[in-house]
C-alpha cells in the first residue's frame, strides 16, 4: 500500500511540477575590493543596506548621515557567494540568471569572467555550461563605483564633443536611476548591488522564454493569441487553461514561436477604478511532453482597449484616453520609487500604496522616468485594482550622450522592459522622458554649445526618443502608445496649455498664487503641486528632537528643494494667519498643500472635457523628508491625500466665483445620467445668522462637467461680506450618496467669524 502511495505521489508531483529548476543564490558576502575581511551580505540588496545591517555605518536616512555616507560611491565593492551543483544538474541546460545588478559590474564563475553589465535596467542571462563544476563553485560579482566610471566617459566624452557638461551631469552617462544621485526630494546614495533576484536555472527538455498576447473583441466574442516563445523537444505541446484548470485549447510545438489561440464568449471588459471591474482572465500557459509538464506560465488578461486620443482641435490639440471605447478623466497622482535603497520593499508596501490609491479614487498612476521600471508586484496590483499605468522610460531631466554602444545598451533595455509589462491590461501608455524636451528648449541647456554640439545631442535626443523607443514599443507591444516626452511643452509657453499634457510649475517654482490654478488649466495636468510637511511621528523617526525647528542642520538636510522653507513660508503668509510652534507649522503646511491640490484639481475637473487629466506631483516618497508627497515614507498621510479622495470622487460639487458670478458645477465621470438635489446655502461662518438657501432637482449627464447653479457675485456681496460668509453645497443623489463641498470667497486667514 505504501509503494503504491509513493508512486502515486512520484507520478503526481512529476506531472504537477515543471522540470525547469533552480538554484536560489541568496548566501553572499561582501568587501570593498581592497579590503580582507569579507561580511554577511543579503542578497537581492544594496551595499548601503549591507554595511547599514553589519553596522558599518549609521541609518542613512538619520539626521545629517547622508552627508558623512558619500564615501561609499566612490568605492569599488566585490560580492561572493559559493554553492553546490550534482551530476545531475551538470547533464542539464543551466544559466546564470541576475534580473537586476546595478550597476558597472564584471562577474566571474569558477574564476572565469562570465559577464561585463552596465544597465541596472536590465536582466542578465549568462550560459554556463561548461563552466559548472560537481561540488562547489565559486561566483564573484565586482562592482565598479559609478562615479569614477562616469568621470572617464565624461572625459572621453568631451575629447569626442568639446562638451564639457552634458546637461544633467556625468549621471547621464550610467543607465542607472537618476533619483539616486540626489533629487529635489531624495538624498544622494549612489549605491550598488545585486538588486533582483539571482539564481541558476537548470532546463532538461524546454522552457517557455516569453508570452506576448494580443486580443480582439468584437463585444459578443473575443479572440486571445498568445504569442509564446519557447525552447523544445519534438513531440511537445503548448496548452492553455483557465482560471477553472480547464484545457482551453492546445498545440504542437514545431516552431520557437507558437501562436495559440483561445476564445472568450461574451467577455467581460477590464474597467478602471470607479467605471467598473477590473475583470482579469488567468490563464496558464503549459509546455507538455505527455504527461510531463516542462515549464508553465501564468499570463492575466485584461480584455481592453486603451486609446490616447491626440487630435488637432479648435483649441490646440487633444490629449485624453479613452478606456474600451470611453473618453475617461484620469485622477491620480506621480509615482516614484518606492525606497533610495529598492530591495527593502515589500509587495506589502506596493499593495498599502496601491490601496490608499484605490481609496483615494485614482484611475491612473504616472510612473516618473527619473525613477525605474517598477516590480512585477507593482503592474500586478495595479491590474486586479483597475489602476492604469502611465509608464516613463527611466530618463529625466538630462541629454543622453551619443554612440552606438549607449544607444544599443538602451534599446536592450526597453525590449527587456516592453516585453516584461506589455501583459499588464494596466499599462496605458509608454513615455520616452520626463521634460527633456522642456529642459533643452526652455532650461538654457543650450547656451554653451556651437551648433555642431547642438546638432550632436539633439541627434542623439531624437535617434533614442524618436526611433529606437517609439519602434521598440511598436513591435514589442502593438496597439499601445507612446510619446516622446511629458510634458509636450514647458510652462512658460502659452500652447502649454493648449496642446498635451503639461507640467504647471507657475504655482510652486513660479511662486504665482494658487488662484492661478484656476486660469491656468492645460489639456491634461501630468504634473503640479506643492509641498508639505510630514507629520510630527514621522519626523522623530529621522530627526533628532532637539532640531524639532526650521533650517536645523537635520531638518535642512531633509528638505531638499533649494528654496523649499521659503517658498513655504511665502505661501503661508499669502493664505494663513503667522502660525507659533512646531507642530502647528507642520499641520498648516499641510492644510496649505491641500487647499493648493484642491483649488488644482477641482479647476482640472471643471474644465472637463477641455482637460482630460490631473496627476499631482508626488503620490509617494523614497525617504523620509519634506516633500510634495500626499503620503510620506512612513505611509502616513498628509492632509492632502485624505482631501484628494474626496475631489476625485466619482462626482464633484464644485464652486467657484469666475467671471463676476459665483457658480456651482457639478463634474460626473459616471457613465450613466445622475439625478439628484442641490441644496446651495450661502451663510456666515457662526452659522447663527440667517443664511440664503436654493434647492433645486438636477439631471447630471454622464461623463460631464456643467454649472447647476449660477448668481451674480455683486448682487449677493451687496448685503453681505465675503469674509463673513462662505457657500456649502449639498448634492443628494438618488441612489443615497451625499456629496459636498464648502468655498470660501476669501482666503482662510481672511475670515471674520463675528458673533
Ligand atoms: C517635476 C518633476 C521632478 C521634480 C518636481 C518638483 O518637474 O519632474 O523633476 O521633483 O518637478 O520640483
Avoid at 515543471?18 to 543564490?25: A, F, M, N, V
Avoid at 478606456?323 to 530591495?343: C, E, Y
Avoid at 463676476?660 to 450661502?682: C, F, H, P, Q
Avoid at 456666515?684 to 433645486?696: A, C, E, L, N
Amino acid at each position: 500500500m505504501r509503494k503504491t502511495f509513493l508512486i502515486i505521489s512520484l507520478l503526481l508531483t512529476q506531472f504537477v511540477y515543471p522540470q525547469k529548476s533552480r538554484i536560489s543564490l541568496s548566501y553572499w558576502e561582501f568587501r570593498g575590493v581592497e579590503e580582507k575581511e569579507t561580511h554577511k551580505a543579503v542578497v537581492p540588496g544594496t551595499v548601503h543596506t549591507d554595511l547599514l545591517a553589519n553596522k558599518l555605518i549609521e541609518d542613512p536616512f538619520y539626521g545629517t548621515n547622508e552627508s558623512t555616507l558619500q564615501w561609499i560611491e566612490e568605492k569599488d565593492w566585490v560580492y561572493t557567494s559559493s554553492f553546490d551543483i550534482t551530476v545531475a544538474q551538470l547533464k542539464q541546460k543551466s544559466e546564470i540568471v541576475f534580473e537586476g545588478l546595478d550597476t558597472y559590474t564584471d562577474v566571474f564563475l569558477n574564476e572565469q569572467k562570465i559577464l561585463s553589465a552596465n544597465n541596472m535596467f536590465r536582466e542578465w542571462r549568462i550560459d554556463c555550461g561548461g563552466l559548472l563544476k560537481e561540488g562547489k563553485n565559486n561566483i564573484k560579482v565586482v562592482f565598479y563605483s559609478p562615479v569614477q566610471k562616469e568621470k572617464e566617459f565624461a572625459a572621453e566624452f568631451e575629447k569626442e564633443t568639446g562638451i564639457k557638461e552634458i546637461p544633467g551631469g556625468n549621471r547621464v552617462f550610467t543607465r542607472k536611476a537618476a533619483y539616486h544621485y540626489g533629487w529635489d526630494w531624495s538624498p544622494r546614495f549612489v549605491t550598488c548591488g545585486i538588486w533582483k533576484p539571482v539564481y541558476i536555472e537548470f532546463c532538461k527538455d524546454g522552457k517557455i522564454i516569453d508570452v506576448g498576447t494580443l486580443q480582439k473583441n468584437s463585444g459578443d466574442k473575443a479572440e486571445i493569441t498568445f504569442n509564446v516563445s519557447c525552447a523544445f523537444k519534438k513531440g511537445q505541446k503548448l496548452k492553455i487553461t483557465d482560471e477553472a484548470g480547464n484545457e482551453t485549447v492546445s498545440k504542437d510545438v514545431n516552431d520557437t514561436i507558437v501562436s495559440v489561440v483561445t476564445e472568450i464568449q461574451n467577455p467581460k471588459l477590464w474597467w478602471c477604478n470607479g467605471l467598473g471591474e477590473p475583470y482579469l482572465y488567468k490563464y496558464k500557459i503549459i509546455l507538455t511532453d505527455g504527461k510531463k509538464v516542462i515549464d508553465e506560465k501564468q499570463v492575466n488578461v485584461g480584455i481592453r482597449t486603451v486609446e490616447l486620443v491626440r487630435e488637432k482641435d479648435e483649441f490646440g490639440e487633444s490629449f485624453y484616453f479613452k478606456l474600451n471605447g470611453v473618453p475617461v478623466f484620469m485622477k491620480g497622482a506621480n509615482f516614484i520609487p518606492t525606497d533610495n535603497f529598492l530591495p527593502r520593499t515589500t509587495k506589502e508596501k506596493y499593495a498599502a500604496l496601491i490601496n490608499e490609491a484605490v481609496n483615494s479614487n485614482f484611475n491612473m498612476l504616472r510612473v516618473w522616468g527619473g525613477g525605474i521600471y517598477e516590480s512585477d508586484d507593482f503592474y500586478n496590483l495595479c491590474d486586479e485594482n483597475g489602476i492604469l499605468v502611465w509608464q516613463d522610460f527611466a530618463f529625466a531631466c538630462s541629454m543622453v550622450p551619443a554612440g552606438k554602444e549607449f544607444a544599443d545598451n538602451i534599446r536592450e533595455e526597453a525590449i527587456y522592459n516592453v516585453k516584461r509589462l506589455r501583459n499588464h491590461p494596466c499599462l496605458a501608455l509608454w513615455c520616452g522622458n520626463n521634460e527633456i524636451d522642456e529642459g533643452w528648449n526652455n532650461w538654457g541647456w543650450q547656451n554653451n554649445l556651437t551648433e555642431t554640439q547642438k546638432n550632436i545631442l539633439w541627434t542623439a535626443y531624437e535617434n533614442i526618443f524618436k526611433n529606437i523607443l517609439p519602434s521598440v514599443v511598436s513591435e514589442y507591444h502593438k496597439n499601445s502608445n507612446y510619446i516622446s516626452s511629458s510634458p509636450k511643452i514647458g510652462w512658460g509657453h502659452k500652447e502649454s496649455l493648449t496642446e498635451g499634457d503639461s507640467h504647471y510649475w507657475g504655482v510652486w517654482w513660479g511662486m504665482e498664487p494658487f488662484e492661478v490654478y484656476t486660469k491656468k488649466v492645460g489639456r491634461f495636468a501630468s504634473e503640479y503641486g506643492f509641498q508639505g510637511m510630514p507629520d510630527l511621528k514621522t519626523l522623530k523617526n529621522f530627526i533628532p528632537e532637539t532640531e524639532f525647528y526650521l533650517f536645523s542642520p537635520s531638518l535642512k538636510l531633509h528638505e531638499k528643494h533649494p528654496t523649499g522653507f521659503e517658498t513655504i513660508q511665502k505661501y503661508m503668509d499669502m493664505y494663513y494667519n503667522a502660525t507659533q510652534g512646531f507642530a502647528n507649522y507642520i499641520r498648516t503646511s499641510q492644510l496649505l498643500q491641500a487647499f493648493g491640490m484642491r483649488t488644482a484639481i477641482e479647476a482640472h475637473r471643471r474644465a472637463k472635457p477641455y482637460c482630460m487629466g490631473t496627476l499631482y506631483w508626488q503620490f509617494n516618497d523614497c525617504n523620509p523628508v519634506v516633500s510634495w508627497s500626499g503620503i510620506d515614507y512612513y505611509g502616513n498621510k498628509k492632509l492632502l491625500q485624505e482631501y484628494v479622495r474626496e475631489a476625485y470622487a466619482d462626482i464633484l460639487v464644485s464652486p467657484i466665483e469666475e467671471d463676476g458670478r459665483i457658480r456651482v458645477y457639478i463634474v460626473s465621470d459616471r457613465l450613466n445620467d445622475t439625478k439628484g438635489t442641490l441644496e446651495i446655502k450661502i451663510e456666515p461662518f457662526t452659522g447663527i445668522t440667517k443664511s440664503d438657501s436654493y434647492i433645486s432637482f438636477v439631471d447630471i449627464k454622464a461623463n460631464s462637467s456643467s454649472v447647476y447653479f449660477e448668481k451674480n457675485a455683486a448682487e449677493v456681496f451687496k448685503t453681505i461680506s465675503k469674509t463673513t460668509n462662505y457657500l456649502s453645497a449639498v448634492l443628494r443623489t438618488d441612489d443615497g450618496k451625499i456629496y459636498t463641498n464648502e468655498y470660501l470667497f476669501c482666503k482662510p486667514k481672511e475670515i471674520e467669524i463675528v458673533k
